[in-house]
């Protein structure tokens, strides 16, 4: 989703249809999460006490950039604050925030999640783990916003994770690779104490990413003619 291209009411499908992939993937449960995508001055956010897996557009409200209500009948979520300061501060597109069990776990026994595997890398590399304060919070949004600086994820302490994009697709996809490494450093680490990327390996892979394009598809040449 664009700024040119979405309105109100494509914001608000879109964001619900969000919540749905990310229950299906088993990220969120019951009514604990929120995601929001912000279009220009206003943001598309989830509504307080919406069963996020079954979401369905008028579950979602909009808001101005002052957190004042402009479009929807339901309050929006509690950690409306913690979605407009990411907004404010780092010029995100999306937030996805969740109770995912792999990030929440790790969340509950680090202070942060090493480099150990060099897809982290597209979120910035180690993920901070944010102090613990209660949700809604002023003190819970400050400690978060500071955890991201210079990353796209953060952990927060015996709570969760959040994730933000410059669009909703990539703040979903963020959030599910988070997921996923956390699920890999569990299983690693229950099998010994984890290898993690120094600078210099994790510096190689950003070289050879640059120098392959990765991540992107690549057609196969046209064959060379024989030369005679």
Request: charged share 20%; net charge negative.
């Amino acid at each position: 989703m664009t700024a040119s291209s979405a309105t109100p009411g494509r914001e608000r499908t879109a964001v619900a249809g969000a919540c749905r992939r990310l229950g299906a993937e088993g990220l969120l449960i019951g009514t604990a999460g929120n995601v929001s995508v912000r279009v220009e001055d206003r943001v598309a956010i989830t509504a307080t006490g919406a069963v996020l897996a079954d979401l369905t557009p008028d579950q979602v409200t909009v808001v101005d950039l002052d957190g004042k209500v402009v479009t929807g009948d339901l309050q929006p979520t509690s950690e409306l604050e913690l979605h407009l300061g990411v907004y404010r501060r780092y010029g995100a597109g999306a937030v996805v925030h969740t109770h995912a069990p792999m990030a929440t776990a790790v969340s509950c026994v680090l202070d942060e999640l090493p480099c150990l595997h060099y897809q982290l890398l597209a979120l910035g590399g180690t993920v901070r783990v944010a102090p613990y304060a209660t949700f809604g919070t002023p003190e819970l949004a400050e400690s978060v916003l500071t955890a991201l600086d210079g990353r796209s994820a953060a952990l927060m302490a015996n709570h969760g994770a959040l994730t933000h994009a410059p669009t909703l697709g990539k703040a979903v996809e963020n959030a599910l690779l988070l997921e996923w490494a956390c699920g890999v450093y569990q299983r690693a680490a229950a099998m010994g104490r984890p290898r993690v990327l120094d600078e210099q390996q994790q510096l190689a892979v950003v070289e050879a990413a640059i120098a392959r394009n990765y991540g992107a598809t690549h057609p196969v040449p046209p064959a060379q003619e024989e030369v005679r």
